[in-house]
């Protein structure tokens, strides 16, 4: 059996590897694609003290670095249940293709993926004007017209950090009120650069074919279709965790999150999780790499007691 198994290649995945492996423990990593979600990343300049560099480069190198190290790397493998075992016993991850490992740990880092509007013209232009992180792709838009989609939480904070930073931000909401918490609407509305719309569909995301240029939404109330003409469109509809193969005595939040303390640890002995899948705030590839690192430290000391 491994000592430590981590279930998820993405950056939190390959921090847990690395940390674990430097322990000489017996380390493995199932991963449904390695790099994840930086593997769907364009530019990245948050990454710090590295200023620039691209998703699927960035990836190799998380690869690259966990092949430094003993690692038993099973790519392209969906894990598809987790079996836990008494507290200093066996865990079980049962595989998609039939296979089944046992681990004396594990840490769970199967990511997150962003909700999609499902409107024709945004796979199509998804990194050209389509984006989902305010945080990583904000900048790009300096002096530009933007719209976000989505008047919940993140999407009123996304317009608010959006507006000190692009010219216009234009706020789509289906319902016919903003979700969002009272304060953040009443900062939202302070601001002289920012539309809300209520009541919309978006129905096309329109562009030159190569870039976008505005979209179409569809007034709920007449059924009449506009057109806004803009530059970017952040989609904040909603980040969905990869728990779904999670289900169980393993504690997930009302999200789907799964629960973890500050030390990683779930509410199941020898299972800890890091990244976007758990209930960490902010989803970024530095924090999950932190994360990553918290989880495989805590399941070193987990193994040491046991
Ligand atoms: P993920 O990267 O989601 O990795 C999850 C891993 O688990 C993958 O290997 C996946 O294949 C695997 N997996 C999932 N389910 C299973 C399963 N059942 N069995 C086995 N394996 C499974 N962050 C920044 O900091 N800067 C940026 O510029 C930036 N830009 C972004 C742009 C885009 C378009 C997107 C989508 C995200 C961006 N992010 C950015 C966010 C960043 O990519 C994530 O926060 C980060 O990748 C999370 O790392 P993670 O390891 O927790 O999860």
């Known amino acids: 059996p491994f000592d430590v198994l981590v279930i998820g290649g993405g950056p939190a995945g390959a921090a847990a590897a690395i940390y674990a492996a430097r322990k000489g423990i017996r380390t493995g990593v199932v991963a449904e694609r ?19 560099t691209e998703g699927p480069k960035l990836a190799a190198q998380l690869e690259q ?8 790397i099973m790519n392209l493998q969906t894990a598809s249940a987790l079996i836990p075992g ?13 296979a089944s490992l046992k681990a004396k740990s594990i840490i769970l880092s199967t990511g997150a993926r962003w909700r999609q509007m499902g409107a ?22 300096k002096g530009k017209r933007t719209a976000v989609i989505g008047g919940g939480n993140s999407g009123v904070e996304a317009a608010i950090d959006l507006a000190g930073i692009v010219a216009h931000v234009t706020l789509i909401e289906y319902d016919n009120q903003l979700r969002a918490d009272a304060v953040l609407q009443a900062k939202l509305r302070s601001l ?20 976008v240029t505005g979209l179409q ?6 059924e009449e279709l506009h057109q806004v003409d803009l530059e970017g469109i952040f989609v904040q509809i909603g980040l969905v965790p990869n728990t779904e193969w999670l289900q169980g ?12 303390d500050a030390h990683g640890a779930t509410n199941l002995p020898g299972v800890f999780a890091a ?13 999950a790499m932190g994360e990553g690192t918290k989880a495989a430290l805590s399941a070193f000391d987990y193994l040491i007691r046991s």
């Not at 002289?192 to 870039?211: F, M, R, W, Y």
């Not at 939404?217 to 007449?222: G, I």
């Open 34 to 52: 390695f790099g994840g979600q930086v593997l769907d990343t364009m530019g990245i300049e948050n990454f710090i003290s590295v200023s620039h």
């Open 65 to 72: 670095h966990v092949r430094d190290y003993e690692v038993d």
């Open 86 to 98: 008494e507290a200093g016993g066996l865990h079980e991850v049962k595989l998609a293709s039939g």
């Open 120 to 141: 024709p013209g945004e796979e199509m232009y998804r990194n050209k004007g389509v984006a989902y992180c305010p945080h990583c792709d904000g900048p790009l838009y």
């Open 192 to 211: 002289p650069n920012v539309t809300i719309i209520t009541s919309a569909l978006t129905t096309e995301v329109l562009g030159d074919g190569e870039k």
């Open 217 to 222: 939404y569809q007034d709920r109330t007449t």
């Open 249 to 260: 005595p393993l504690a997930l939040s009302g999200r789907g999150e799964i629960e973890i």
């Open 275 to 287: 990244g976007d899948v758990t209930t960490v705030p902010y989803k970024q590839i530095i924090v």
